[in-house]
């Protein structure tokens, strides 16, 4: 069996995505590097939302720091779902080693 490719959180030459292929002895020195990577883009991004929170509710904010925000909030969205996507990636890999049950906790409804 195949290791499913990790999405890396960076781009690759000419930014097209970066993945990587984990070797048989599991966690290395380039995964280790995206865990990091997306602990720092996460912690960015929950810095950057309480300056947003705190900006939108000053009436005297400046055109200019509210185009700041909001390029950076775009580039912060656009890491948290590039983790996102990742990380499910390696969710729904790791559901095929389990039974074809239904995960706890996974009911749909009230």
Same mark, same amino acid.
């Given at each position: 069996?195949?290791?499913?490719?990790?999405?890396?959180?960076?781009?690759?030459?000419? &930014?097209?995505?970066?993945?990587? $292929?984990?070797?048989?002895?599991?966690? &290395? +020195? %380039?995964? #280790?590097?995206?865990?990091?990577?997306?602990?720092? +883009?996460?912690?960015?991004?929950?810095? @950057? @939302?309480? +300056?947003? $929170?705190?900006?939108?509710?000053?009436? #005297?904010?400046?055109?200019?720091?509210?185009?700041?925000?909001?390029?950076?909030? %775009?580039?912060? @969205?656009?890491?948290?779902?590039?983790?996102?996507?990742?990380?499910?990636?390696?969710?729904?890999?790791? #559901?095929?080693?389990?039974?074809?049950?239904?995960?706890? &906790?996974?009911?749909?409804?009230?």
């Amino acid at each position: 069996m195949s290791a499913q490719p990790r999405l890396l959180p960076w781009n690759g030459m000419n &930014g097209q995505p970066c993945y990587l $292929v984990p070797g048989e002895e599991g966690t &290395g +020195h %380039v995964s #280790k590097l995206a865990d990091e990577m997306e602990t720092f +883009h996460l912690r960015m991004a929950t810095e @950057l @939302l309480g +300056h947003a $929170v705190e900006l939108l509710g000053n009436p #005297k904010a400046e055109v200019e720091e509210l185009r700041f925000l909001s390029n950076r909030m %775009v580039e912060a @969205l656009r890491d948290v779902l590039r983790i996102a996507e990742s990380r499910g990636m390696r969710l729904d890999m790791s #559901k095929g080693d389990e039974d074809d049950g239904p995960a706890q &906790g996974s009911e749909v409804g009230g």
